[in-house]
C-alpha cells in the first residue's frame, strides 16, 4: 500500500501485525500518538482492512479546517491513484472547495462500470448533497457531523456515508458541543455497522471513552466501558461482539531529552530592583 515506507514506526508495524488477524467485520479503530509518527497512513492501512472486512468500498476523511482538509485531499488523491485498479472520483468538501487547485480535475474521472466504463459528471458530483456519493470524500467535520442533526436531504448524506470507512482526525479538537455531535454521528455509524476510524494526537481516556462507548451503544453494546487508550498505541472496538482490544504502548522515534539550566546569579532587571520600593520617586 505504501511503496515509499521503507523503515514503518513502531506504531505501523504493530497494527500492521495484529489488526487484520482482530477485524470480522465493522468496528472502530482508534489511534492515539504524537505528530509524525504515522498516523494518517496507519488510518489509511486500517481503513482497507476495515473496509475489505466489511464490504465498504468508499472512503471519507474528515478533519477539523479547511487547511488541513485541502492538504490530505491532496494525499488521497495520490493515494487512491496508486491503490485503485480503476480511478474513482474523490471530492472535496468545503464551502471554498472551489478555490483549491486540481479539484475540478480529479472530479472528473472514468470508472468501471461492470463490463463498460462510464463518465461520471464532475460536475453532478459538485452538486449541492451529493458530494458524499462520491467514491472518496474529503471534508471538514461538519459535513459528516449534520448528519447526526435533523436537516433537509440527510438522507444524501447517510446514503453516502454508510457505504464508506469514515476516518475522523484530530478527534479532541472541538468544544463540548462538537464532542456531543460526534458521540451521536458515531452512535448512528455503529448503528448502521459503518467502520470507524478515529485519530488524535491529545486524546484524553475520558473523551476517548466517550467516543468508543458511543460506537459501542449504536452498535447494540449498552454495557458501559473504561477505556485507557495507551501513548503511542491503538484500540480496536469490534461492532459485533463488542470487544475492546488496546495494544500495549509502544516505542516512539520522536523521544526527545530536554535539558534545562537554570542561571541562579543572572543580574536583576531594573524593573524588579524597584520593587521593593513604596513610593518611587517622581520625574521632575
Given at each position: 500500500m505504501f511503496p515509499f515506507i521503507t523503515d514503518p514506526h513502531p506504531l505501523q508495524a504493530d497494527l500492521g501485525k495484529r489488526l487484520p488477524a482482530l477485524v470480522n467485520g465493522p468496528g472502530l479503530v482508534l489511534v492515539t500518538a504524537p505528530t509524525g509518527d504515522g498516523k494518517t497512513e496507519s488510518a489509511l492501512y486500517a481503513a482497507?482492512?476495515?473496509g475489505h472486512a466489511s464490504g465498504t468500498e468508499g472512503l471519507g476523511v474528515f478533519l477539523p479546517t479547511m487547511a488541513t482538509t485541502n492538504a490530505m485531499h491532496r494525499r488521497i488523491v495520490e493515494h487512491v491513484?496508486?491503490?485503485q485498479a480503476a480511478p474513482i472520483p474523490v471530492?472535496?468538501?468545503?464551502?471554498m472547495a472551489w478555490l483549491e487547485e486540481g479539484t475540478k480535475t480529479t472530479d472528473d474521472t472514468l470508472i468501471a462500470n461492470c463490463a463498460?466504463?462510464?463518465?461520471?459528471s464532475g460536475e453532478w458530483?459538485?452538486?449541492?448533497?451529493?458530494g458524499l456519493l462520491a467514491g472518496a470524500a474529503i471534508g471538514t467535520w461538519?459535513?459528516?457531523?449534520?448528519a447526526a442533526l435533523p436537516v433537509r436531504y440527510n438522507v444524501m448524506r447517510w446514503l453516502g456515508l454508510t457505504g464508506k470507512t469514515v476516518i475522523i482526525d484530530e478527534a479532541h479538537a472541538y468544544d463540548a458541543y462538537g464532542h456531543r455531535l460526534t458521540e451521536r454521528l458515531l452512535e448512528w455509524l455503529g448503528h448502521?455497522?459503518?467502520p470507524v476510524v478515529l485519530l488524535s494526537a491529545t486524546l484524553t481516556g475520558s473523551i476517548a471513552t466517550c467516543l468508543a462507548d458511543a460506537y459501542r451503544r449504536g452498535a447494540?453494546?449498552?454495557t458501559p466501558i473504561t477505556l485507557a487508550p495507551t501513548y503511542p498505541g491503538w484500540t480496536f472496538v469490534d461492532a459485533t461482539t463488542g470487544q475492546v482490544t488496546t495494544s500495549e504502548t509502544l516505542p516512539t522515534t520522536r523521544a526527545r531529552a530536554l535539558t534545562m539550566h537554570r542561571h541562579a546569579n543572572a543580574t536583576p532587571s531594573p524593573a524588579a530592583s524597584n520593587t521593593g520600593q513604596a513610593n518611587p520617586p517622581r520625574p521632575r
Amino acid at each position: 500500500m505504501f511503496p515509499f515506507i521503507t523503515d514503518p514506526h513502531p506504531l505501523q508495524a504493530d497494527l500492521g501485525k495484529r489488526l487484520p488477524a482482530l477485524v470480522n467485520g465493522p468496528g472502530l479503530v482508534l489511534v492515539t500518538a504524537p505528530t509524525g509518527d504515522g498516523k494518517t497512513e496507519s488510518a489509511l492501512y486500517a481503513a482497507h482492512v476495515l473496509g475489505h472486512a466489511s464490504g465498504t468500498e468508499g472512503l471519507g476523511v474528515f478533519l477539523p479546517t479547511m487547511a488541513t482538509t485541502n492538504a490530505m485531499h491532496r494525499r488521497i488523491v495520490e493515494h487512491v491513484q496508486r491503490l485503485q485498479a480503476a480511478p474513482i472520483p474523490v471530492r472535496l468538501l468545503h464551502s471554498m472547495a472551489w478555490l483549491e487547485e486540481g479539484t475540478k480535475t480529479t472530479d472528473d474521472t472514468l470508472i468501471a462500470n461492470c463490463a463498460e466504463t462510464v463518465r461520471i459528471s464532475g460536475e453532478w458530483l459538485r452538486g449541492r448533497h451529493r458530494g458524499l456519493l462520491a467514491g472518496a470524500a474529503i471534508g471538514t467535520w461538519d459535513t459528516a457531523a449534520l448528519a447526526a442533526l435533523p436537516v433537509r436531504y440527510n438522507v444524501m448524506r447517510w446514503l453516502g456515508l454508510t457505504g464508506k470507512t469514515v476516518i475522523i482526525d484530530e478527534a479532541h479538537a472541538y468544544d463540548a458541543y462538537g464532542h456531543r455531535l460526534t458521540e451521536r454521528l458515531l452512535e448512528w455509524l455503529g448503528h448502521t455497522r459503518t467502520p470507524v476510524v478515529l485519530l488524535s494526537a491529545t486524546l484524553t481516556g475520558s473523551i476517548a471513552t466517550c467516543l468508543a462507548d458511543a460506537y459501542r451503544r449504536g452498535a447494540g453494546h449498552t454495557t458501559p466501558i473504561t477505556l485507557a487508550p495507551t501513548y503511542p498505541g491503538w484500540t480496536f472496538v469490534d461492532a459485533t461482539t463488542g470487544q475492546v482490544t488496546t495494544s500495549e504502548t509502544l516505542p516512539t522515534t520522536r523521544a526527545r531529552a530536554l535539558t534545562m539550566h537554570r542561571h541562579a546569579n543572572a543580574t536583576p532587571s531594573p524593573a524588579a530592583s524597584n520593587t521593593g520600593q513604596a513610593n518611587p520617586p517622581r520625574p521632575r
